[in-house]
């Protein structure tokens, strides 16, 4: 299975995202949509599970702060600021998150904590980034997806 994550997309889906979109099984995203238009392109490309962001105003009251998902085995909790994360990940796989723009993949006491940093407009100087993920056999095998600074 294949799961493209994202995250503070901010109003902005980049060619080079929906480029990756196409051979998506699956979308999480991690928050800070800013428009209801982003989450319906999302939709038109694969399932999609969504949290909502502190940016996330009215439009996205019927969207979660947080969720628990399991794909192919394995359980996502995601929320979009890493510091909403409860204490207790009982069952928890993976921790999806936002909010920083900056890109975290790392191993912490068995739980894979991934941020995919910001694909949306270029915010405080900081690389353009996604990420993709492969499930195989409840393996996580995680790649970044830098965009080029060039793209506005």
Known sequence: ??????SDT?????PEVEE????ADAILHGGDINKPEIVDALRRYAPLYVV???NDKAWAEAIPRDLTVTLEGVTFYMVHNKKEVPADLTGVD???FGHSHKYVQEEKDGILWLNPGSCGPRRFRQEITMM???????????EKIVIPHEAV
């Open 20 to 23: 990756q979109l196409k051979n």
């Open 94 to 96: 993976a921790v999806v």
């Open 10 to 14: 901010h109003g902005l889906l980049r």
């Open 52 to 54: 909502r962001g502190n």
């Open 132 to 142: 993709t993920v492969e499930i195989t056999d409840g393996t996580l095998r995680a």
């Open 1 to 6: 299975m294949k799961l493209v994550i994202l």
